[in-house]
């Protein structure tokens, strides 16, 4: 996964494609155990898919009410669908993914 700017997200985001944010911190173990989930995710789903170190973001956890790290931000036309806190496996972030995508496109 690559980096993302808070510019990246929002043009992402506002793309009209479903976008996923993948937010952590580097010193995080269960952070380090989701980034490989989220890689095999990105290498199965089509969808864009960036990842951000939430100590160079400002406000930006304030702004999203992230609780905790590490979370996936699942979006589409500027609204968050969905957060992750709980990277259970990948099938279920797949499953979640799929959900929010069928909820979005009806």
Known sequence: MNEWTLDQW????NSGQLTM????????????????MMQVVQEMKPFS????NINYLGNFAADYQIE???CLLIAK??????????F???PFIL?????????VGM
């Open 49 to 52: 898919i960036g990842q951000a």
């Open 10 to 13: 929002n043009r992402n985001k």
């Open 95 to 103: 499953d979640t993914i799929k959900r929010v995508d069928e909820q």
């Open 21 to 36: 944010l993948y937010i952590y911190t580097p010193l995080c173990g269960t952070c380090q155990v989701a980034s490989k």
């Open 68 to 70: 905790s790290v590490p």
């Open 77 to 86: 036309d500027d609204m968050v669908y969905k957060k992750i806190y709980a």
């Open 88 to 90: 259970q496996s990948v």
